[in-house]
């Protein structure tokens, strides 16, 4: 018999390849595994609401606020500029006498990117405020008195094409 061949067969199982081998591909699989588990629980999707039930009642509310800045008549128009931050509101139509208004920036995607601007009253329907940081992306904007929110605006500004975007009630084009 081959001497070389004896050796072979006489070595330690943890000496051989195939073991190895055979253990190291599964292992690496679950390593993988379980680190995409932990990369799902810490980036996971917060745009799924979690009380459905109160979400849908609030939805009368939302339409009632909708319609009534439709009765009024009102749309705006927001003009950002992303250097300095300022954010410039002029208002259509009659706004009821507010001098304080709140306009929400919503990231589609990322809570932590949203922001709310209180806008100061110029005079003539028009508001002035200051963003807290530049954005950079696509957000959805929503402008409604601070005070009492009577009635909303809507509407969507990609920061990509441009810095000014209209708002009108939801639903009103």
Same mark, same amino acid.
């Given at each position: 018999?081959?001497?070389? #061949? &004896?050796d &072979?067969?006489? &070595? ?33 999707? #917060? ?25 009024l008549?009102?749309?705006? !128009? ?15 139509g ?13 990231h ?11 806008? &100061? ?6 508001f ?8 950079? !992306?696509?957000?959805r ?33």
């Open positions: 018999m081959n001497t070389a #061949a &004896k &072979k067969d006489t &070595k330690p199982w943890y000496r051989q390849f195939w073991p190895w081998f055979l253990i190291v591909l599964p292992s690496v699989v679950v390593v993988a595994a379980l680190y995409t588990v932990y990369l799902a629980f810490q980036h996971a999707d #917060a745009v799924v609401v979690d009380d459905y039930y109160t979400e849908g009642r609030a939805i009368n509310v939302s339409l009632a606020l909708d319609d009534r800045a439709r009765e008549g009102l749309s705006a !128009t927001v003009t950002v500029d992303r250097i300095t931050g300022e954010v410039l509101v002029a208002v259509e009659d706004p009821a006498s507010t001098t304080e208004m709140d306009l929400h920036f919503f589609p995607a990322r809570p932590d990117l949203d922001q709310t601007v209180m806008l &100061k009253g110029s005079g003539d329907a028009r002035r405020g200051d963003l807290d940081s530049a954005p950079a !992306t696509r957000y904007l929503r402008l409604q008195p601070h005070d009492t929110p009577q009635w909303r605006l809507d509407g969507q500004l990609d920061f990509r094409q441009g810095e000014q975007v209209t708002l009108v009630p939801f639903g009103g084009g």
